[in-house]
């Protein structure tokens, strides 16, 4: 509860090689195409039916040269197993490194037009920022050779177009804000795909599978939630100014004549090769934005037939490949499986390292993953067990910050095959880079206690969109459930228990067991109950009014950062409850709460102790200015971890 006073990223390095395309602004009529999409719609299955069984087998297991430096990687150096073979083309040119150079800059100039083109079209910041730090400050351009004037100009083109993204980049605070809500949509979404009331019944296996469809990471899936994200973030944060667009766009122009010099100087249509022309690229956007599945596949199927995709750009048979495993998860018709094995195999076959880290290809290792374990459940199969482990090693190495559902996924298939160390490893990268925590500590617990990691995170997932929805949303579980998971341990469910008891929420209100359970959940350090505790204690609800203790449970929370407890301590020294009255501390920790508060970009509370903060001041009675100075040197001394207290 907040009390009321009333009542009483610096620029990185621009060294590394990158590219910049501005197209003409996304425009596209959906009229003209509306009657061909209802008569293909009807005949997609059959048509991916066909494709499927006349499409070349390929094996997965065969090993791909890395054409500009090489990855080093497990599946590449193992002769037995990995990759799909090469189209005929890529084989019988596979001995010209004229031919090798050309494919990795034929993909490395796709990869950046594609992802320039996605910020010129969305206009905004945080695509902007994810395709810099993904794509475009991760080509392995710099490796690129040759003296030609092609590769001169656009290395310089670079430079410049580099110059002008970074000027555009989230701050890391803008950056650290957008994950935190992001974070929420995750929680969300995941609930709703995989953690859903459905999944109570469901095994293990089936769950895990589902991980695979769950997994949502900021790369990949930011603007499925960009509506609901953008009603909660400022708009200063996410849109990109008209002008700032031009200038990207002004440097297209030129970066286009520098792509078809190259294309003519290395003969990339002799060689099958292509820069992806506009309409291809806005063809394609198209469908990967497109919800609808079966129309997005109509649009799937259509650029198939286009040769600039075949290996130009194998990102193209990736997002094929998850518009049809979602297919087939709504569906599961095996058609859409197979054509999913087949875009999968046709994107191994054509990848190359060009990126530092791959998360396109760490999600293609995530899918294919998938399909070995389906194919053998019981892992029974020494082949199936060595493949595996070489898809969770490459897929952990290149996986992408935000998706610690897949890292997840990782180690249950690490954990499956004996591998707990390396369950254990991945499940702590969560951890330190602060993505599912929840989930990961759980998965941890099992994996320490012997179990299987996946025990208890559908119900987990429940419990976080429960409480993140302010109760808005119902988790599905029974006080049986929560009374269950509450006596395992899980904080979660001890703080929704209290809160359900506290509010009288599906079950009669009792303060005496919230009280009971949010001192259990503080024992545990929580500094959310904590302060809860100590708002029992100040509105005397199930324990008599009491101000000093309430200003105990305040400062136990207080110490651990919590800025909520920190506005609820400038209360009661603001009014002298509990305590003497104290002008300067009451400023003090108003001030560190709004600190704690902006930083946590929490703007309600920031909002209400610099409210309470300004009520300070007063015609006859308040806070002098030399007061204000006293308590500003409290501020500026205190650190985190610590009361603030009077110097002086």
Request: proline content about 2%; glycine content about 6%; overall charge negative.
């Amino acid at each position: 509860m907040r009390l009321n006073g009333k009542k009483s990223f610096s620029k990185g390095l621009i060294l590394l090689v990158s590219f910049v395309l501005s197209i003409f602004l996304f425009q596209y009529s959906y009229a003209s195409i509306e009657k061909v999409y209802e008569m293909r719609v009807m005949n997609i299955a059959n048509s991916i039916e066909t494709q499927g069984d006349n499409r070349e087998q390929s094996n997965f297991n065969e090993k791909v040269v890395p054409l500009i430096t090489s990855q080093n990687t497990d599946m590449e150096s193992s002769s037995s197993s990995g990759v799909s073979k090469p189209s005929s083309e890529s084989q019988s040119n596979s001995g010209s490194s004229e031919f090798d150079e050309a494919v990795a800059l034929a993909q490395a100039l796709n990869l950046a037009t594609v992802s320039i083109c996605k910020i010129i079209e969305t206009q905004d910041r945080i695509v902007l920022d994810m395709e810099y730090n993904n794509i475009i400050n991760n080509l392995k351009f710099e490796k690129v050779s040759g003296k030609e004037k092609s590769i001169r100009d656009i290395l310089n083109l670079y430079k410049e177009i580099m110059d002008k993204i970074t000027e555009f980049k989230l701050s890391d605070k803008e950056r650290e804000r957008f994950l935190e809500r992001f974070e929420k949509e995750k929680h969300r979404a995941f609930w709703k795909s995989a953690g859903g009331v459905r999944a109570y019944g469901a095994t293990l296996g089936t769950f895990l599978l589902s991980l695979v469809q769950a997994g949502v990471s900021a790369y990949f899936n930011y603007r499925d939630f960009k509506a609901d994200l953008e009603k909660e973030l400022d708009e200063g944060l996410w849109k990109l100014d008209r002008d700032k667009v031009e200038s990207i766009n002004r440097l297209w122009t030129e970066w286009l004549t520098a792509c078809w010099s190259i294309s003519s100087a290395y003969n990339f249509d002799s060689k099958g090769l292509a820069v992806i022309r506009e309409n291809s690229i806005k063809d394609y956007l198209r469908a990967e934005q497109e919800r609808d599945i079966n129309k997005s596949l109509v649009l799937y199927q259509d650029l198939e037939r286009n040769n600039d995709f075949i290996q130009s750009y194998p990102p193209f048979w990736l997002s094929y490949a998850m518009k049809l495993d979602k297919a087939y998860a709504e569906s599961k018709d095996n058609r859409y499986k197979d054509k999913r094995e087949e875009c999968l195999d046709k994107f191994f076959s054509v990848h190359r390292s060009i990126l530092a880290i791959d998360p396109i290809y760490s999600k293609a290792c995530i899918l294919k993953m998938q399909s070995v374990y389906q194919r053998d459940p019981e892992l029974k199969n020494g082949k199936t067990r060595e493949e595996l482990y070489r898809l969770a090693r490459e897929a952990e190495k290149h996986i992408e910050d935000t998706d610690g559902m897949g890292r997840i996924f990782i180690s249950a298939i690490y954990q499956k095959l004996g591998k707990v160390e390396d369950a254990e490893h991945v499940l702590n990268k969560n951890l330190v880079k602060g993505v599912d925590i929840e989930f990961s500590k759980q998965a941890l617990n099992n994996l320490r206690s012997n179990k299987s990691v996946l025990i208890g995170i559908p119900q987990l997932a429940g419990l976080l969109v429960e409480v993140e929805s302010n109760y808005e949303e119902d988790s599905g579980l029974s006080i049986e459930d929560l009374m269950r998971l509450a006596e395992e341990g899980k904080p979660v469910a001890m703080f929704m228990l209290g809160t359900k008891y506290a509010l009288g929420l599906v079950v009669p209100r009792d303060y005496a067991k919230a009280r009971e359970w949010y001192e259990k959940l503080a024992e545990k350090g929580d500094a959310w109950a904590m302060n809860k505790l100590g708002d029992m204690y100040y509105n005397g609800r199930g324990v008599p009014r009491d101000y000093t203790k309430a200003r105990e449970w305040y400062e136990k929370s207080a110490e651990k950062g919590d800025a909520l407890a920190m506005n609820n301590l400038g209360v009661l020294y603001g009014n002298g409850l509990g305590v003497p009255q104290d002008y300067v501390l009451a400023y003090a920790y108003y001030t560190i709460a709004m600190k704690i508060a902006e930083k946590e970009s929490d703007n309600d509370l920031y909002s209400t102790a610099k409210s309470n903060r300004d009520n300070l001041f007063g015609w006859f009675f308040g806070i002098t200015q030399e007061q204000v100075r006293e308590a500003e040197e409290i501020v500026n001394s205190w650190k985190e971890g610590q009361l603030p207290r009077r110097l002086r």
